[in-house]
């Protein structure tokens, strides 16, 4: 079955500190590959997302991610975080020839420390 | 923006309760989905619809079903809630596999 691995479930950072979050998935066929956040209280939404192309993909609000396909990975970076960044993140991988259905990580819960 | 509207934000119900759960998107899009968020599980998928009428369980579809008989609208239905469905629950809609848009969530208490 696909899965998605998101090794940290908690992570606390100091304001200007740079930033990984780590994403593994599990299937070997063609995916997209797509990170969401849910700041505190509101709804999830899309930071960025991988189809094809060049693997490092950039976001919004300065993030970054790089979909490394031999390691089956699409980590989360921002080289310095803010005290807003404090949210719940989520990596999300879709099997392209297969319909629509999204797997989800466990999500990683960031605090930044002002 | 494709915007999702979930009717209720915040739900109390009692135990052996039909509850219903109505979600509405406005952009055409033919994809539904629900699922129940829970601290340290993540999202999980319940029921999800590619068309009209059309439904497939989920991950963990128990104790739940859903309808669609429009293609803008996609309802959860709890058919006699039961205290382990307290949760957090999301609708999503997309066209095809280019990024999930969700609603802003309903969080379902059942005592």
């Known amino acids: 079955a696909q899965s998605v691995s998101q090794h940290n479930h908690h992570v606390i950072l100091s304001e200007a500190a740079s930033l990984e979050l780590g994403c593994n998935y599990s299937y070997g066929g063609t995916v997209n590959l797509f990170w969401y956040v849910q700041y505190p209280g509101q709804h999830l939404q899309l930071l960025l997302k991988?189809?094809?192309?060049?693997?490092l993909v950039k976001g919004i609000k300065g993030f970054e991610a790089e979909f490394i396909k031999s390691k089956f990975s699409f980590n989360l970076r921002k080289p310095s975080v803010q005290w807003s960044d404090t949210a719940e993140y989520f990596c999300a991988v879709t099997r392209t020839n297969t319909g629509n259905q999204f797997y989800f990580g466990t999500g990683t819960s960031l605090t930044v420390i002002p | 923006d494709v915007k999702v509207t979930q009717s209720s934000r915040y739900l109390v119900k009692r135990t052996g309760e039909k509850v219903f759960l109505e979600c509405v998107q406005d952009?055409?899009?033919?994809?539904m989905f629900w699922y129940r968020q829970d601290p340290g599980l993540g999202l999980r998928l319940i029921y999800f619809s590619y068309d009209v009428k059309m439904k497939e369980k989920g991950d963990i579809p128990e104790g739940y079903s859903v309808s669609r008989e429009k293609k803008e609208r996609f309802s959860l239905i709890l058919e006699s809630a039961s205290t382990n469905q307290t949760s957090m629950y999301l609708c999503?809609?997309?066209?095809?596999?280019?990024?999930?848009?969700f609603g802003s969530g309903t969080r379902l208490t059942v005592v």
């Open positions: 991988y189809f094809s192309g060049d693997p």
């Open positions: 999503a809609s997309s066209f095809a596999s280019y990024g999930y848009t």
């Open positions: 952009m055409d899009h033919e994809n």
